[in-house]
């Protein structure tokens, strides 16, 4: 997996969710997210499930921009913008936005290998953390 920045869509993985959900209807892209959300969940509980933690925090961020002021708050303009803008999940409801937030914050704890890469390290990546907060912010004041 190829990535090029800590930011939660700066990896070939998440490039490829931003992908696998745009070719979603849109008003199935939210059910598509919350599975790989739900099994996020069952990673953290240390079940093997064909998904990295990359992969979860790039769902649980998707979630994030999804919800109203989410994208303008959380996007850098020139990351991905086109990508993002065609994967935005319409009309997310609460509770999608609290398995996003479970989820996310399920990822940040020491032992699993995303938050031991960038928030535990000899070389923390700040834009990793950043973004983490960031994230968690908009997804507190949506639910």
Excluded: C, H, K
Excluded at 17 to 38: K, S, V, Y
Excluded at 95 to 119: H, I
């Amino acid at each position: 997996m190829g990535t090029w920045n800590p930011g939660p869509f700066g990896s070939d993985a998440a490039a490829d969710l931003l992908d696998l959900a745009a070719a979603e209807d849109p008003g199935a892209r939210g059910e598509f997210i919350r599975e790989m959300l739900n099994d996020g969940l069952r990673l953290a509980a240390g079940e093997d499930v064909d998904l990295f933690p990359e992969d979860v925090v790039a769902a649980a961020n998707l979630v994030a921009i999804s919800v109203p002021g989410g994208l303008e708050r959380l996007v850098v303009e020139g990351e991905q913008t086109a990508r993002l803008t065609n994967s935005v999940i319409p009309d997310v409801d609460p509770s999608l936005a609290a398995l996003a937030l479970e989820s996310l914050r399920a990822m940040a704890v020491p032992g699993n290998d995303w938050y031991d890469t960038y928030f535990d390290s000899d070389n923390p990546e700040p834009e990793a953390v950043d973004a983490f907060r960031a994230a968690v912010g908009v997804l507190q004041e949506f639910r």
